[in-house]
């Protein structure tokens, strides 16, 4: 994950400035496969999508009474939460492994998508519709293979920049991470019309690969990033464009010497006011090799120029995180808030430790990180360990996401960062 950032020379000031933040006290709102069989969901598969009441949804690709994946709710009391399955996907829906981010439109309904990984699929995208006390499990396309394949980052919609819920008639845009005619993923786009809905593609990827998800700018072009393909086949930075839909590359990522512009970008791109780009890339940067950990945060401005605003890892520790594998979200102050899959620092850590959240703030062009928490304090990681997710914030500054849970047997959780 890769975007440019003010400059290179920016990025390497705010090397050694790493510091732990401790404003924020960390609470786990659930951990998944704590009821018998994991009946209550496992290895939650994306972040959390908040609602107007404070209520959390999200997705779980594993778990459920037949193991093909649930999707949830958090509902707040007070400081308190209480967990619910919404919808346990069943044989006869025909689909499992919901993957990314779900969708929430000005009605209370929820869009998500399955990519049918372990029944070797081709994945589909679904609604849920409050009913009464329940919730209506709808297949609104189901993937052939030529018209795209294994839906995993969630979809996106008009207005999503500025935060505003799904309007209902205007497009929603995804990736998949196979089909069409070269097999290396495409865009789609879904349409409804009365109770119809059309799928279109979009662009399908040719020298590329592994798209990210989409975002769209208010003037309709589409952004995103690939994992792999491009000139040096570390991934791309490219735009579709509004009406014509010509693809244009802006950035091959690995294109500096040892790759210190990134390597491998992952997460949804983030656009602030200005129009300038933002993201992280899950290898390279100025500490490591390309094949391998740290990764670095950058921007691409406005203006078309690249730069890197953070290297992960500077002291080798990788205290300060490693290989982040989500997007970015930012204040209303312009700082930027991730996670890392990895870290150095944690307690009981296998190799590579267990990841954490971090902040990037920027003063007078020189952009300073702080660690506002280390996952895997806690005995047995109960806290939560490996987010690769973004995150989400609530109007008071909490920060809200889901960790994986790939160290030390964990199942993944949704946790708060409370201020």
């Known amino acids: 994950m890769l975007i440019s950032a003010r400059s290179i020379a920016a990025a390497i000031l705010a090397v050694g400035s ?18 018998p069989d994991c009946v209550d969901g496992l290895t939650p598969s994306g972040g959390v999508v908040m609602d107007t009441s404070g209520t959390l949804y999200g997705a779980a690709a594993g778990g459920g009474k037949v193991h093909r994946g649930i999707v949830y709710s958090l509902v707040p009391h007070g400081s308190e939460y209480t967990f619910s399955v919404i919808y346990d996907l069943k044989d006869a829906d025909g689909v499992e492994a919901p993957y990314g981010d779900l969708v929430l439109d000005r009605d209370g309904r929820l869009y998500g998508t399955v990519s049918d990984e372990y029944s070797q699929g ?25 018209d795209g394949a294994t839906p995993l980052s969630g979809l996106t919609y008009s207005g999503q920049v500025s935060g505003k819920r799904w309007d209902e008639s205007s497009p929603l845009y995804g990736t998949t991470s196979a089909g069409g005619t070269n097999g290396k993923g495409l865009i789609y786009e879904l349409v409804r019309k009365d109770a119809a809905w059309t799928e279109t593609v979009v662009h399908e990827f040719t020298s590329t690969a592994d798209p990210n998800a989409v975002l769209e700018d208010p003037g309709g072009n589409l952004w995103g ?17 509004s009406g014509s839909r010509s693809a244009t590359v802006f950035h091959d990522f690995c294109d500096a010497r040892s790759c210190i512009d ?5 997460g949804r791109l983030l656009m602030d006011e200005s129009g300038n780009f933002y993201g992280t890339t899950s290898a390279g940067g ?18 078309g120029k690249y730069s890197v605003l953070y290297n992960f890892c500077p002291t080798g520790t990788c205290t300060d995180g490693d290989q982040p594998a989500a997007g970015l979200i930012m204040d209303r102050s312009g700082h930027l808030f991730g996670t890392a899959f990895w870290t150095g620092g944690s307690k009981d850590a ?12 920027n003063s007078s062009g020189a952009w300073s990180q702080s660690v506002l928490y280390d996952f895997c304090l806690k005995t047995n990681c109960t806290d939560g360990a490996n987010p690769e997710s973004e995150l989400t914030m609530d109007s008071s500054g909490n920060f809200f996401g889901t960790t994986h849970g790939y160290s030390i047997g964990a199942r993944g ?5 409370r201020r």
């Not at 100025?286 to 203006?303: H, I, M, P, T, Y």
């Open 225 to 241: 990033t690939t994992q792999k393909g491009g000139k040096h086949e570390y991934g791309t930075l490219y735009r579709i464009a």
């Open 350 to 361: 296998l190799e590579g430790g267990n990841g954490l959240v971090f902040e990037l703030t």
């Open 18 to 35: 790493t510091q732990s933040a401790s404003a924020y006290t960390e609470m786990s709102l659930h951990d998944f496969c704590s009821e």
């Open 122 to 146: 081709r994945g589909a995208v679904y609604q849920l519709t409050r009913n009464g006390s329940g919730w209506t499990f709808a297949v609104l396309h189901r993937f052939n293979g030529a």
């Open 286 to 303: 100025l500490n490591c090799e390309a094949d391998r950990g740290c990764g670095a945060v950058f921007e691409f401005g406005s203006g």
């Open 262 to 266: 990134g390597a491998y970008p992952k």
């Open 413 to 417: 959780n949704v946790f708060e960062l």
